[in-house]
Structures are given as structure tokens and as C-alpha cells.
Nanobody, 120 residues
Framework: QVQFVESGGGLVLPGGSLRLSCAASGSIFGIPVMSWYRQAPGEQRELVASVNSDGYTDYADYVKGRFTISRDSAKNTVYLQMNSLKPGDTAVYYC??????????????WGQGTQVTVFS
């Protein structure tokens, strides 16, 4: 079984920055894509950004140019650098693994997530 530990969330003013980290433990060999998702209160969980094992990335339109995803495969860790944060970015952020960069479902149970709050 794979487990996720997300960290790095916090409270920030609009325009501020945060860097999230997610460490995956367990057997993830052969699963190429690491992704960040978020879930705002009363909303469905949505895909934010993904990175595959070759370093190719994909982003939701609403974060392009502001967020950067990266990974350290040796550490089974994925990062999300979030700049120019907006109140609409307020959500709990989660990571998970997928088989495809631009499709597919999250493969494992969700971790606790990390709360990001952008004051409005």
C-alpha cells in the first residue's frame, strides 16, 4: 500500500507564495505520474498539476504561470511551488499517483492533505 504525507501549507496574503511537499511511501515503482489535487470547501476535488518520470508536466489552466510542479524520484517526493496566490486557491491540497500525465484516476487512498488559506 502507498501512503502520502503532505506538508507546507499555511496562511498567506494574496500575492504570496508557498511550497508544498508530498512524500510517498510504499511500493511506487513503475507508476510514472505524481499529481497534486485540491479540494475547496463544498467543492469536488480537482486536479492541479502533474509530473511524469521524464519531467514532463501538465497544469490546470487556472494555475498555469503561477504554480510549478517538480519531483525528486529518489526520495519519492513531489513538490508544488505556488506563487501569486489568490483567495480562490484556498483549499486542502493532496497528492497521489497516476498512470498517465493527461488522464487516469488517482490510484491510492488519500493522505491527510495540507491546508492552504489565502486571505481575502
Amino acid at each position: 500500500q502507498v501512503q502520502f504525507v503532505e506538508s507546507g501549507g499555511g496562511l498567506v496574503l494574496p500575492g504570496g507564495s508557498l511550497r508544498l511537499s508530498c512524500a510517498a511511501s510504499g511500493s511506487i515503482f513503475g507508476i510514472p505520474v505524481m499529481s497534486w489535487y485540491r479540494q475547496a470547501p463544498g467543492e469536488q476535488r480537482e486536479l492541479v498539476a502533474s509530473v511524469n518520470s521524464d519531467g514532463y508536466t501538465d497544469y490546470a489552466d487556472y494555475v498555469k504561470g503561477r504554480f510549478t510542479i517538480s519531483r525528486d524520484s529518489a526520495k519519492n517526493t513531489v513538490y508544488l511551488q505556488m506563487n501569486s496566490l489568490k483567495p480562490g486557491d484556498t483549499a486542502v491540497y493532496y497528492c497521489n499517483l497516476r498512470l498517465s500525465l493527461r488522464g487516469g484516476i488517482p490510484l491510492y487512498p488519500w493522505g491527510q492533505g495540507t491546508q492552504v488559506t489565502v486571505f481575502s
